[in-house]
């Protein structure tokens, strides 16, 4: 335990003592060089406590080490209460309880729930309403602040911290003079590669416009997209704790202070992340005004209400007691695949939010360089391919769960992956074998050497296709119906279709698959797939 309070009281102030009170005490004494002593009962947090509450964890501590601890800091001490808990994976969590006396003649127990702990991992600071006071559970760089605030930070919330950290102090300006009135919330849906993020550019985002493009994923929390305190070290070693915006709240900023300006915030993937526990409060912002009342004349685009977050307000408006809202000039714009496996789902009250919009899966404004591209050494383009395999994929629907989802999108691929490098020749004649086998043996000579790399840099180009294209209809889109579009019979692996896609040559490659599917690669005229051929239906 002395190397682990070394360790936590360390992270601001070096040159820590730490001295335990006796060979069997569960008392320390903290001697910091910035930040004064602090006499310390810590204890591993450990499973256990009361049978009828498994989702909790406690600490156990003697009775006369409590008051040890209550005495000092009547003496005009700091005496903190420690429950460290340990965890190989990652950085401890400290967890905290107000000193009260006890006339427990052994030991006693202070509880926490796991929730808390979990809440604290994820936002850097937890509080649990015990009674009347509060339990505190926090990352290790928080501990100073804790420190500094013992007077009341077991018994009031923290929604006052803002009182405790620097203020940004902004000069005001209206919500209602001269701001456009572009705000809106959209959200973009579409199978993977149909253009959603495209859309985005060309359509929602101005040349002169601010852009702030992110990516939601499961590790993705409200600290990261709001913001969060954490601690700042100045060059005197003196800490402070300040409110760190988000990108969120760092948009939201310059959006209010810029009213004549078009900002839009991007958030990629946007199921991918817990998005409701991420928006948070934020959530509410998200119902914007349709019309002008004569309440608040607020322009159309704004908020329609409020919300009570200082950290925000203190950022955004240099005060903490205004309401939050999204601006008018401001527009959050976010996409999803909708054939994502996995993710998280959006609930009905976080989409009826958003102007939902399905971007349609179609060769019709994709670049004819792409379009009509072939696919290697082939005859196939890549709009004959993707159109007759998305024939087939919603052809199957009674076989296939979500069928439309799993379709390829127009921009899956990018005229790089259809690229042919001719250097890699014709790996069935057998020279690619022999020239590994004597680089094994030792017997290759140098040209040989440079024949083989360059057959080598060349197959890495021409595996872009099939490891993207063919491994996706593999595993994903036809993974519970292979029979229906490749040749199982020949084929049985993954690796038997990509090694017998890359050893062939021209359209003999696309001998992995079915020879009327085939055959309906290379229609010129490019007609409706017959899908009944391919689902084994009548």
Known sequence: MK?????????????????????????????????????????????GGRESLSNEQRIQIKGGSNNYIEEKILQGEKGVLLGIVSDDDREPIICTFKVKHSNAKNTFSKQIKNETINMAKMNGFAQQL???????????????????????????????????????????????????????????YGVPG??????????????????????????????????????????????????????FTSILRDAYENPEEDYVLIIEE???????????????????????????????????????????ANVVYGDPNQKVRIPSNLSIIGTMNTSDQNVFTLDTAFQ???????????????????????????TVTWRNFCT??????????????????????????HVSDLTFDEKMENLSDGIYDELRNKE?????????????????????????????????????????????????????????????????TGNDRFTIFKETIRNAFTKIDNKAVDVNEYSGRD
């Open 194 to 247: 149909s253009g959603k993020s495209w859309t985005i550019q060309h359509e929602y985002c101005t040349l002169k416009g601010h852009v702030e493009r992110l990516v939601f994923h499961p590790d993705y929390t409200y600290s990261d997209f709001v913001g969060q305190i954490l601690p700042n070290v100045a060059e005197d070693g003196q800490i402070s704790y300040k409110f760190t915006p988000g990108p």
């Open 352 to 378: 009826r939010r958003w102007e939902m919009r399905l971007i349609e899966n179609n060769f019709d404004t994709v670049d004819s360089k792409l379009a009509d591209a072939c696919i290697l050494d082939t």
């Open 130 to 188: 015990k009674g009347t006071e509060f339990a505190c559970a926090f990352r290790k760089e928080l501990l100073y602040f804790y420190l500094s605030n013992t007077d009341w930070i077991h018994d009031d919330t923290l929604r006052n911290m803002h009182t405790h950290v620097e203020s940004n102090m902004v000069e005001d300006v209206s919500y209602k003079d001269g701001r456009l009135k572009t705000g809106t919330n959209i959200l973009l």
């Open 388 to 413: 007759t395999i998305n024939d087939i994929v919603t052809g199957n629907s009674m076989r296939m769960a979500s069928s439309e989802d799993k379709r390829l999108g127009a921009y899956f691929v």
């Open 440 to 504: 094994s043996n030792g017997s290759i000579v140098d040209d040989e050497y440079n024949r083989l790399r360059d057959i080598r840099q060349a197959m890495q180009q021409n595996r872009k296709f099939p490891e993207k294209v063919i491994k996706y209809l593999w595993d994903d889109a036809f993974k519970f119906n292979r029979e229906s579009v490749f040749e199982v019979t020949q084929y049985r692996s993954l690796e038997e279709i990509i090694k017998a896609f890359l050893w062939n």
């Open 270 to 312: 946007i199921n991918r992340g817990n998005a409701p526990a991420i928006f948070g409060e934020v959530f509410q912002l998200l119902d914007r005004k349709v019309e002008v009342n004569e309440y608040d004349e607020l322009p159309i685009g704004t908020s329609e209400y409020g919300i009570t977050n200082p950290n925000i």
């Open 3 to 47: 190397k682990k309070l070394e360790s936590l009281f360390n992270i601001y102030d070096e040159n820590t003592t730490v001295t335990q009170i006796d060979n069997e005490s569960e008392i320390f004494e903290v001697i910091t060089m910035n930040h004064g002593t602090y006499f310390v009962c810590a204890k591993e947090v450990t499973f």
